[in-house]
């Protein structure tokens, strides 16, 4: 459990340093054409509630309820392909970022199933 609970904090993380992220882009005005800046809202939306999910996973793995876990790690990866699918343009200027996220997600489920074997 403890690996698992060191992979699910890094993602959690992990989302709420992409949330920041994109607020300082929404500042930017420079760079933002009306798609991406809505793209953007949408994606900070998601972030907010991959971070909740994240969280709820956390709580789920010191429960040892390895099925919630589950639940609320694929929940969160699918915010963030929501956010991904929100830019007219591929790759966004989030790919990077969310493909990161999405691994570090993969990773703590792995991580997850095998302390549920054990």
Wanted: net charge negative.
């Amino acid at each position: 459990m403890g690996l698992a609970l060191v992979a699910l904090r890094l993602a959690s993380s992990n989302a709420s340093d992409i949330s920041e992220s994109i607020k300082v882009m929404l500042n930017e005005t420079s760079q933002n054409e009306p798609a991406v800046q809505q793209g953007l809202f949408d994606c900070l939306d998601e972030y907010l509630d991959a971070s909740q999910q994240l969280d709820d996973s956390i709580a789920a793995i010191i429960a040892k309820a390895y099925g919630d876990v589950e639940k609320w790690v694929h929940a969160a990866v699918a915010d963030v392909r929501t956010c991904e699918n929100s830019f007219p343009t591929k790759p966004s200027v989030l790919t990077p970022r969310n493909e990161e996220f999405i691994k570090l997600c993969d990773i703590a489920l792995s991580i997850s199933r095998i302390a549920e074997e054990n």
